[in-house]
């Protein structure tokens, strides 16, 4: 009789929308193959609390449209430890766990080598808005937040316009830009500043300056919170081009709201793959997608940083 696998599912750090669709589809296609599946509450916290919930369909039901995560999750500290670890696999292994599916970015995704490095098979689902997970091109709920932030900009730009000011608006993304980098290609926006790339603060101030004389009265900045302080750089311009700036903080609304269906179909998709690579015993990889094609990356080049696209950088910033 083929032993029945028991797979936890564990959602810690960052939600991102689509979270949710994720841990539907794991649960329903793990379910239909037999598989247990058990759903770890608060996140990496939970475990080391032992705090699990079986899944069954209806755990699941009504839940692909909604942002963040039913399992919810926890910015646990103690899981950085060798010790928080050794608790993790010890608490998984006296629950007979053949499989630990993390759901989430690249602190979550990197616990979860460490986790595998002491005996647990582990499998990633790459899920974050900032999309700053190496070895994917997109994680889930990047798309969603990428949206939202535009939709948000969209509207901070008429009252730039209707005021001839410039607005400074810092975004999410932790310590990259590629959230801020898609942001101000869909707005639009005059300049990005982003950490990856040190700040030209002098020829920031020549382009509104030479924009401005050419009868541009309002711009935006889009600001990377990776980047440094937003409202020191935008007393800065203001006082160096004599012109009002106001800084807006998108903040939370990025993290949250109804998944896109992209954002839905890239985690279905995810989730399938994760469940087949259980299937054919597969472990210590995430599941990714590049050009457009899941595939798998194992877990250990996650200690690799994405590198962030410079060209695609100067192309926005010299067409607005
Ligand atoms: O990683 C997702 C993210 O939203 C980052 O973009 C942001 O810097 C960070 O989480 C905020 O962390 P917290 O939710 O702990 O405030």
Known sequence: MKMLKSIAIVTPGGDAPGMNACVRAVT??????GLKIYGIQRGY???LENDFVEMKSNSVSGIIHHGGTILKSNRCKEIRTEEGIKKAVQILKQRKIDYLIVIGGDGSLSAGLRIAKKGISVIGIPASIDNDVYGTDETIGFDTALDTAVEAVDKIRDTATSFERIFVIEVMGREHGFLAL???????????????????FDRVVKKILFSNKKGKSSMIIIFAEGAGDSKLFAKKIESATGLEVRVSTLGYIQRGGEPTGRSRILALKMAVFAINLILKNKKNVFVAIKNNKIMSQPLWCLKNRKEIDLKYKKIIESIN
């Open 28 to 33: 329903k296609y793990g379910l239909s193959f």
């Open 182 to 200: 898609d942001i101000a290609a869909a707005s639009g926006a005059e300049v990005v500043v982003i950490p990856e790339v040190k700040i030209d």
């Open 45 to 47: 916290a939970g475990l």
